[in-house]
């Protein structure tokens, strides 16, 4: 059932046919929704986005339907199935598939299968048959331009056109290009917990927001689009990747940097400072993000609950004397720690049994209290007094009857309104006391002197702080975390949000070769999944790099060589060799020279990287001043969809440019000698697609100082 050219124009004509009448029933059911929901405001604005993005997506696919095709008969089937493979599944108005969605089970076969015996993974088991035919299409503005067939999609040949793109493109069509080892991470199973390591430009973050989609869809039934949860190194890189989940029909997903999930979890607002380097042997950042740090916060739990949780007095009632604390501090330290892991629940715990307690220990309680009525009447001097004691008695027998006290109880415990960040400085001040190294005072030493300041290191501390004291039911209905960029954090980052997010499962993307805060990061992944996941998570690979053309990862590998780490495998791209130039710092008008010449070769995003972000701004500046329609990107400025911008190293984690020029290259920009600078130079360098220009003022940085001067000759 392969048809020629002529079938698959008729073919292509029909499916659009099809679409546009599905679409026009779409626009008759947006139209119907505000009359059906007048009452419910919440549901209808729901309900709008979400057919009005699946209306806006559908809209798109009149330019490009499908772009593959496979013939599948299933072993149990009487005819062979043709399938017809696109970025949303559409079905008519008698539930016919128009078009498969590339999530689906069934298409599966076009990313992992050859041809002849296979078979895929359904819902209902696994499905045996025979793959007779893989088409790929070339369609432009719902015409047929090509085809081809092929046997796997993991052909450089086959790849090559969608890798040729323009940045802005590429991201929205990795659906047509998803790899073998792409699509395996993609499709795992939704409660495994994985860490995908992957090198500069394998497509972490793509496969990344596209695992989001494909468990968006084949768990659409049972889970909701909020209960999934993205977490970036940065502001720009979240802004960055905003605009992919609706393409992919997925809306609603919360989007987060790690500064802001703690924000949202302690409720509570405060500022980051910049970490200070630590000048001597004990390493105060990275002692903070492991987890040998946690045990710091237990002990100083293990303080709260016998010196400050429990009320220093008993518990009275208008001097009537209803519980000693003796009996309180009884109660709690009674109640078993292995269900309950949060002081505000053992609180709760305490308040409830204490209400029990008094509630079925009356008789003792009101004979004591009627001993106490009985002498304070008689002390009584006046009428007014003895009918104040007694409406007062009155009220606590009426409670005590009633309900056992718990409202009056829960306000004796004052420390339940104590905030997370108080408690932490406080913690702080005293770290010496709650850890067996004298070494700790450093991290003393070293904390921002502003009020309610401290720096991301501080970060999992604050969330695990938070968790040992409140607990976190608010996220109990996560199912799935995915967090990219993910080599620049340590073991209790994960542990941290692992016991916060404790019904989800984890996604976890980086890059050990990317990890650009050596001083505070982690060292290999085994920790994580030992320490952090108690090995309940697989390490995958994605090894094959897809961004840059051959001469760009052939010079980017030159700085992992030069600091001992395994070079990255490119696709068979070639394009321009890197280009080197010895220009001034400060030569704007040679650097604005070279930008218009990339300019002139149509790109739609080329950056200016830096070593800094205060570099990255006085490059935009004095660019701008020459009359260049240039952003300058910061963590407070992130809006940025294409054109030319200016960004630091740090900020450009992730993140893919048509063309990038590096802005000084210089040995002591980036030294030889700083496994940090070099990490962020290779970062730099892995960010372009087609073209890279390396600037260098001085000496250039060792690793390249062999090619840049070969180039110097060639030219």
């Given at each position: 059932m392969i048809y020629d050219e002529a079938f698959e124009k008729r073919k292509l004509d029909e499916i659009l046919e099809q679409y546009k009448e599905v679409l026009e029933d779409l626009k008759l059911v947006i139209r119907s929704l505000p009359s059906k929901y007048q009452h419910n405001p919440e549901v209808l604005d729901a309900l709008l986005r979400q057919y009005e993005n699946k209306e806006r997506i559908l809209t798109e696919g009149l330019k490009k339907p499908y772009f593959a095709r496979i013939d599948f008969k299933d072993d149990e089937a009487k005819e062979e199935n043709m399938c017809y493979i696109g970025k949303v599944g559409v079905t008519d108005f008698d539930q016919n598939t128009v078009t498969v969605d590339w999530r689906a089970p069934i298409a599966s076969l076009y990313y992992d299968s050859n041809l002849g015996k296979t078979s895929y993974r359904a819902p209902e088991g696994i499905i045996n048959g025979t793959l007779s035919l893989k088409r790929q299409y070339d369609i432009e503005s719902g015409k047929l331009i090509s085809f081809n067939d092929v046997d796997t999609v993991a052909n450089d040949e086959i790849l090559r056109p969608y890798l040729s793109v323009n940045a802005d493109n590429r991201l929205k069509n990795i659906v047509s290009s998803i790899q073998s080892e792409q699509n395996e991470v993609i499709r795992k199973d939704l409660t495994d917990n994985i860490i995908v390591q992957g090198v500069a430009g394998s497509g972490k973050t793509t496969v990344a927001l596209h695992r989001i989609a494909y468990l968006a869809y084949n768990y659409r039934n049972k889970i909701k689009s909020n209960q999934y949860m993205i977490i970036g190194p940065n502001k720009f890189f979240i802004k960055y990747i905003s605009s992919v989940l609706p393409d992919l029909d997925v809306?609603?997903?919360?989007?987060?940097?790690?500064?802001?999930?703690?924000?949202?979890?302690?409720?509570?607002?405060?500022?980051?400072?910049?970490?200070?380097?630590?000048?001597?042997?004990?390493?105060?950042?990275?002692?903070?993000?492991?987890?040998?740090?946690?045990?710091?916060?237990?002990?100083?739990?293990?303080?709260?609950?016998?010196?400050?949780?429990?009320?220093?007095?008993?518990?009275?009632?208008?001097?009537?004397?209803?519980?000693p604390k003796e009996e309180i501090r009884k109660i709690y330290d009674n109640i078993d720690d292995r269900y309950i892991t949060d002081i505000e629940s053992k609180i709760e715990r305490t308040i409830l049994m204490a209400s029990t307690y008094l509630k079925n220990n009356q008789d003792k309680v009101l004979t004591a209290l009627m001993a106490e009525y009985n002498k304070l009447l008689d002390n009584a001097k006046d009428n007014k007094t003895k009918t104040a004691i007694n409406q007062?008695?009155?009220?606590?027998?009426?409670?005590?009857?009633?309900?056992?006290?718990?409202?009056?109880?829960?306000?004796?415990?004052?420390?339940?309104?104590?905030?997370?960040?108080?408690?932490?400085?406080?913690?702080?001040?005293?770290?010496?006391?709650?850890?067996?190294?004298?070494?700790?005072?450093?991290?003393?030493?070293?904390?921002?002197?502003?009020?309610?300041?401290?720096?991301?290191?501080?970060?999992?501390?604050?969330?695990?702080?938070?968790?040992?004291?409140?607990?976190?039911?608010?996220?109990?209905?996560?199912?799935?975390?995915?967090?990219?960029?993910?080599?620049?954090?340590?073991?209790?980052?994960?542990?941290a949000l692992k016991q916060v997010l404790s019904s989800s499962s984890f996604s976890i993307f980086g890059d050990l070769?990317?990890?650009?805060?050596?001083?505070?990061?982690?060292?290999?992944?085994?920790?994580?999944?030992?320490?952090?996941?108690?090995?309940?998570?697989?390490?995958?690979?994605?090894?094959?790099?897809?961004?840059?053309?051959?001469?760009?990862?052939?010079?980017?590998?030159?700085v992992l060589s030069h600091i001992g780490l395994k070079t990255a495998t490119p696709v068979i791209r070639h394009g321009e060799d890197v280009r080197y130039l010895k220009i001034k710092e400060n030569d704007y008008n040679r650097i604005l020279e070279r930008v218009n010449l990339l300019k002139e070769k149509d790109y739609q995003s080329i950056a200016l990287i830096s070593r800094d972000t205060d570099e990255a701004k006085e490059m935009a500046d004095n660019l701008a001043k020459l009359g260049l329609d240039i952003k300058s990107i910061g963590e407070d400025n992130v809006d940025y969809d294409s054109g030319i911008c200016s960004l630091s190293s740090e900020l450009s984690k992730g993140l893919e440019f048509d063309a990038v020029i590096l802005t000084d290259a210089s040995e002591d920009k980036y030294s030889s000698k700083d496994n940090t600078d070099m990490k962020n130079l290779y970062v730099s360098m892995t960010r372009p697609l087609h073209e890279l220009e390396i600037l260098y003022d001085g000496e250039i940085t060792l690793p390249l100082k062999e090619e840049a001067e070969k180039t110097f000759i060639k030219r």
């Open positions: 809306t609603d997903v919360p989007q987060l940097t790690y500064e802001e999930f703690t924000k949202e979890y302690l409720g509570e607002d405060f500022s980051l400072a910049k970490e200070k380097i630590s000048k001597t042997g004990f390493n105060a950042n990275k002692f903070k993000m492991s987890l040998d740090y946690k045990t710091v916060i237990d002990e100083y739990i293990d303080y709260l609950e016998k010196e400050k949780v429990l009320p220093l007095k008993d518990f009275c009632i208008k001097d009537f004397n209803i519980l007062t008695y009155d009220k606590i027998k009426k409670e005590l009857e009633s309900c056992g006290l718990s409202s009056s109880l829960r306000k004796h415990f004052a420390f339940r309104s104590k905030k997370t960040t108080a408690l932490y400085s406080d913690m702080i001040r005293s770290i010496e006391k709650y850890y067996d190294n004298k070494d700790v005072k450093e991290i003393k030493d070293n904390e921002p002197k502003e009020k309610n300041t401290f720096t991301f290191e501080d970060l999992p501390g604050l969330i695990y702080l938070h968790y040992r004291l409140h607990g976190s039911d608010i996220y109990k209905d996560y199912r799935q975390t995915v967090i990219d960029e993910a080599q620049d954090y340590g073991t209790f980052n994960f542990y070769a990317q990890s650009i805060y050596d001083y505070r990061s982690i060292d290999n992944w085994n920790d994580v999944i030992s320490k952090s996941f108690d090995n309940d998570c697989n390490l995958e690979y994605l090894l094959k790099s897809y961004r840059t053309t051959m001469e760009i990862m052939n010079s980017a590998n030159l």
